[in-house]
């Protein structure tokens, strides 16, 4: 078996089109036509010649073809590439054409594609409670675990045999715990989904989203329809992504280290920030069997906490060195976000915490310094 540094770096070697090492940065948006393979589109048996054959940007080109094939290696499936994580969750929703959606604490944005289809289309959206009571076959489950913001884990191998005994098919979004921190398909989803842009992509410059199924015809229709969706990932941000898969283990293992170290740095001394610091909530301080099950290569890089005032809120990204107050996640610089910038409905004292590549005595020194100087504040 060969081990995913090794992936990372040759998956893609089958696709090299040119002499150089590193895959050049294709920014045409139209490709000439080879004159010794004038086939029409309509006596093509699949989409698959676009592969070594590409016309149009918007259909394929070479760096999109040499990232599905790094991701199919390392997601182990049928990976389809997307120009956003957003883009990519609703591919799925286009594609399985659901009639209702369970879901629960997640990403807003795809809470807010599930809005849309109910608004225009009539989609019945629910809790995950009720998938037993309410679900059908051809439901769909989008269970996101770890849990943004708070970085903490739901049981997957449960909510898929809920799910599954209703005929409900079920949607993983990984994003906060990729591999090799989790693989989601040991606990038996239909789809596996990723936002790209955060650790796959690591350095806070680009944009994607993945697909993964383990159905190669489900994965040929999915890309047909990113044809006339418009949404395949951009020549830029293709050269971009595969440069990023090339240190991602490096960089998501040193991530993961670091929030565990910091985080339990957090919890032994949170006595010394009482008039601040009033919860944390991580992946490692769960205490249920499933969550190391899950995350058995490391704990999620992401964690949050919840502050005593929303006016510590505002003042602490200011008073940290090395942690930049920016929303977002997975890139090697940490970042800080009072998450009621960006999230309408997420409780008003929440601090969401995305740990970085620095050294973590570091990123320690920095955060407890912050907290003391709101701990001396006087009220």
């Known amino acids: 078996m060969v081990e995913l540094a090794t992936l990372l770096i040759?998956?893609?070697?089958?696709?090299?089109?040119?002499?150089?090492?590193?895959?050049?940065?294709?920014?045409?948006?139209t490709f000439r036509y080879d004159e010794n393979d004038l086939i029409p589109w309509s006596e093509r048996e699949s989409f698959e010649f676009l592969d070594k054959t590409p016309i149009y940007s918007r259909l394929a080109h070479p760096n999109s073809t040499r990232l599905e094939s790094v991701f199919s290696e390392i997601l182990s499936g049928n990976a389809v590439i997307y120009s956003s994580g957003l883009a990519a969750f609703y591919a799925a929703m286009v594609h399985y054409n659901p009639k209702r959606v369970f879901l629960d604490q997640c990403y807003h944005g795809c809470r807010s594609i599930v809005k849309i289809l109910t608004r225009n289309y009539g989609v019945e959206c629910y809790s995950l409670r009720d998938i037993e009571a309410k679900a059908s076959k051809g439901d769909v489950v989008h269970l996101e675990s770890p849990v943004n913001p708070y970085g903490t884990s739901l049981d997957i191998a449960s909510f898929v045999e809920t799910a599954h005994s209703c005929g409900a098919l079920v949607m993983i979004d990984s994003t906060f715990a990729p591999p090799p921190l989790q693989d989601a398909w040991d606990f038996g989803p239909d789809i596996v989904m990723h936002s790209a842009t955060k650790y796959f992509g690591g350095h806070s410059d680009l944009l994607s989203g993945v697909l993964v199924?383990?159905?190669?015809?489900?994965?040929?229709q999915l890309r047909e329809d990113r044809i006339y969706l418009g949404t395949n990932i951009p020549n830029l941000e293709s050269f971009l992504l595969l440069r990023s898969l090339r240190t991602y283990?490096?960089?998501?293992?040193?991530?993961?280290?670091?929030?565990?170290?910091?985080?339990?740095y957090l919890d032994e001394n949170?006595?010394?920030?009482?008039?601040?610091?009033?919860?944390?909530?991580?992946?490692?301080?769960?205490?249920?069997?499933?969550?190391?099950?899950q995350l058995k290569g490391g704990f999620c890089p992401v964690f949050s906490i919840t502050l005593a005032k929303k006016q510590q809120c505002q003042k602490l990204p200011g008073l940290?060195?090395?942690?930049?107050?920016?929303?977002?996640?997975?890139?090697?610089?940490?970042?800080?976000?009072w998450r009621a910038m960006t999230d309408p409905n997420i409780e008003q004292t929440l601090i969401r915490v995305s740990v970085g590549c620095e050294n973590v005595e570091d990123l320690i020194k920095d955060m407890a310094g912050a907290l003391q100087k709101l701990q001396d504040e006087r009220d």
Do not use: C, W
């Not at 089958?14 to 948006?29: G, H, L, Q």
């Not at 998501?252 to 985080?263: E, H, R």
């Not at 949170?270 to 099950?293: C, M, N, P």
């Open 270 to 293: 949170k006595h010394r920030y009482d008039k601040v610091l009033k919860g944390i909530t991580h992946s490692s301080l769960q205490t249920e069997d499933f969550v190391e099950r």
């Open 213 to 220: 199924v383990k159905d190669d015809a489900i994965a040929r």
């Open 10 to 29: 040759h998956s893609d070697d089958k696709d090299n089109r040119v002499t150089d090492v590193a895959p050049p940065i294709n920014v045409t948006t």
């Open 320 to 337: 940290l060195e090395y942690f930049h107050h920016a929303t977002s996640l997975g890139g090697i610089e940490s970042l800080v976000e």
């Open 249 to 264: 283990e490096m960089r998501v293992t040193t991530q993961s280290s670091n929030t565990t170290k910091l985080v339990k």
